[in-house]
T-cell receptor
Framework: QQPVQSPQAVILREGEDAVINCSSS?????VHWYRQKHGEAPVFLMI?????EQKGHEKISASFNEKKQQSSLYLTASQLSYSGTYFC????????FGKGTRLHILP | GAGVSQSPRYKVAKRGQDVALRCDPI?????LFWYQQALGQGPEFLTY????????KSGLPSDRFFAERPEGSVSTLKIQRTQQEDSAVYLC??????????????FGSGTQLSVL
């Protein structure tokens, strides 16, 4: 079952914050987050395991609520380099990705 | 190598032709995945190998798609009698260990297949 991501697209000005949500109808073992720039390979950002823990990567952090089967990715004080498409992937032996959230940062 | 390598980078095929896409995972990586990514969509799971064993092929869209990893390293995804709907980017990813919830994937740059 493919996770559902929202919003589908976001346009921000440099320095603004954004939240990307990922939800699943099935129980999750873990949630992965990747970023893909146009024409490039997806790049790993972070993995969140059961336990509602929050992880961070530069000014990007995420939370995982296993009871609600949801994860959120937080981008703080966005930089131009954050532009790209963000995918969440839910793990049950294999990673199933959502359709992605396109993030565009304006200078 | 330093990363996951895929070849060719671009492939144009006439409808009905057979194609073979190659993936060289990071040396020593046990797990290998193939994904299909249509334009503007997320990667869709095709198949998974642990060493040479194909443990999951539930995502292969039809029996025209076949993947192998005979020596547990390089993998080949073969598509027979290509159709226009096969046009997509085919991504290969590998991870260090046996699948676990905390094993991150390293992706190659993909092969963009265009079927005319």
């Amino acid at each position: 079952q493919q996770p559902v991501q929202s919003p589908q697209a976001v346009i921000l000005r440099e320095g603004e914050d954004a939240v990307i949500n990922c939800s699943s109808s099935k129980a999750l073992y873990s949630v992965h987050w990747y970023r893909q720039k146009h024409g490039e390979a997806p790049v790993f950002l972070m993995i969140l395991l059961k336990g509602g823990e929050q992880k961070g990567h530069e000014k990007i952090s995420a939370s995982f609520n296993e009871k609600k089967q949801q994860s959120s990715l937080y981008l703080t004080a966005s930089q131009l380099s954050y532009s790209g498409t963000y995918f969440c992937g839910t793990e049950r032996n294999k990673i199933i990705f959502g359709k992605g959230t396109r993030l565009h940062i304006l200078p | 190598g330093a990363g996951v390598s895929q070849s060719p980078r671009y492939k144009v095929a006439k409808r009905g032709q057979d194609v073979a896409l190659r993936c060289d995972p990071i040396s020593g990586h046990v797990s290998l995945f193939w994904y299909q990514q249509a334009l503007g969509q997320g990667p869709e799971f095709l198949t998974y190998f642990q060493n040479e064993a194909q443990l999951d092929k539930s995502g292969l869209p039809s029996d025209r798609f076949f993947a192998e990893r005979p020596e547990g390293s390089v993998s080949t995804l073969k598509i027979q009698r290509t159709q226009q709907e096969d046009s997509a980017v085919y991504l290969c990813a590998s991870s260090l260990a046996v699948r676990g919830p905390d094993e991150k994937l390293f992706f190659g740059s993909g092969t963009q297949l265009s079927v005319l």
